[in-house]
């Protein structure tokens, strides 16, 4: 009993996370695809939060964060969410940020907390979103959409390379206790060292293009 509860502690006392941040240019988006038959992009309002909450969205959250400005898109397929996402323009949220939540680079958007449902998995519905929700970032005056994904999340990584997201910067947070330290390493071009500043981070290797 003693021995469950010592690691227990052990685990919230030490944290040690690694996720590749990417990056899309704005200004190369063409004409998005098309979504499957039957599917329809929306910008969520408080009102949506019954799609939100199939995806273990809190209503309560997602109220609160709409109400503050940030986006919530979801894909739905009449009374059913298929894919949903945030994006966030001035402020976004990482547990690796002081506080957390971190400044967004100036000229970006920030996408996070992508869901497809299992059901609509393999048909091209997150990069079909992803490529709208470009296309509107853009027409609000946005030149970069920058996403981060775990290192070892393979699946997702493609997705996003096979959008057109380009990798900027591989972050790592090591947390010991009360202590925490954030470098980034093979940090690529103005927005990867963007990324860097905006989380007060050591560069460990910085590559500009």
Same mark, same amino acid.
């Given at each position: 009993? #003693? ?8 685990? $919230?006392?030490? #944290?040690? @996370? ?8 704005? %200004? !190369?988006?063409?004409?998005? $695809?098309?979504?499957?038959? !039957?599917? @329809? #992009? ?15 969205? !809190? ?5 609160? $964060? ?12 009449? %009374? ?9 323009? @001035? *402020? ?5 940020? &002081? ?11 920030? #996408?996070?907390? &992508?869901?497809? &449902?299992? %059901?609509?998995?393999?048909? !091209?519905?997150? =990069? ?9 970032? *853009? ?17 997702? *990584? ?19 206790? =009360? $202590? ?21 981070? &050591?560069? @460990?290797?910085?590559? =500009?293009?």
């Amino acid at each position: 009993m #003693l021995r469950a509860v010592a690691r227990r502690v052990a685990a $919230r006392a030490y #944290l040690r @996370e690694e996720h590749v941040w990417y990056a899309l240019p704005l %200004d !190369g988006v063409q004409q998005p $695809r098309e979504l499957p038959t !039957g599917l @329809e #992009l929306v910008q969520a309002q408080t009102g949506d939060a019954s799609l939100a909450v199939q995806h273990g969205r !809190g209503a309560g959250e997602v109220a609160r $964060r709409v109400g503050e400005g940030h986006e919530l898109w979801i894909v739905r397929d009449e %009374d059913r969410a298929a894919f949903s996402c945030w994006i966030y323009v @001035e *402020r976004a949220p990482a547990i690796a940020a &002081s506080g957390g939540w971190f400044v967004v680079p100036r000229g970006s958007v920030c #996408l996070e907390d &992508s869901i497809t &449902s299992p %059901d609509y998995r393999g048909r !091209g519905v997150a =990069p079909a979103a992803w490529e709208r929700i470009a296309a509107h970032a *853009r027409t609000h005056g946005a030149e970069t959409m920058v996403t981060k994904v775990a290192q070892d999340n393979t699946p997702s *990584r493609k997705a996003v390379s096979k959008a057109g997201f380009k990798e900027v910067a591989v972050m790592r947070l090591t947390r010991v206790g =009360p $202590r925490r330290r954030v470098t980034f390493e093979h940090v690529v071009g103005a927005t990867g060292k963007a990324l860097a500043e905006a989380f007060g981070a &050591s560069s @460990e290797a910085d590559h =500009p293009r």
